[in-house]
């Protein structure tokens, strides 16, 4: 299984130009996800909108409006001081590691740059 992100755009409101972003995580990853939002401590607006923990919080969300989170988010991966903690949350057979989420993230923050006004679809 895996879960889907999505931010397809034709075109973007704010830049003008056609925007197609898609990633599939393996959902083994969902607990490193999780565990670095809660700890990320820049949180996205309208909490009231959040669908869920993780990359599920996306949902709805403009990439401008999640560009804050998903760089904090970012720092909170890298940082050595939980490298530990999000190694201890690895699927034992191999598929989602804490190199796999980071690489994710950071996709995620370059679509966010690239498409302020895309709006993200998880599934």
């Known amino acids: 299984m895996s879960i889907t992100v999505n ?28 565990r670095a939002f809660v700890l990320s401590r820049v949180r996205l607006p309208r909490p009231e909108m959040q669908r869920g923990p993780g990359l599920h919080g996306l949902h709805g969300f403009t990439g401008g409006e999640t560009l804050p989170v998903l760089r904090e988010v970012l720092r909170v991966l890298s940082n050595p001081e939980h490298e530990r903690m999000f190694r201890d949350l690895q699927a034992p057979n191999g598929w989602g590691t804490l190199e796999d989420a980071v690489d994710v993230v950071s996709r995620l923050c370059t679509a966010a740059i690239e498409c302020p006004g895309g709006t993200w679809s998880v599934e």
């Open 7 to 34: 931010m397809v755009v034709d075109p973007c409101a704010m830049c003008g130009h056609r925007y197609n972003f898609s990633a599939d995580p393996t959902s083994n990853l969902g607990p490193i996800f999780t």
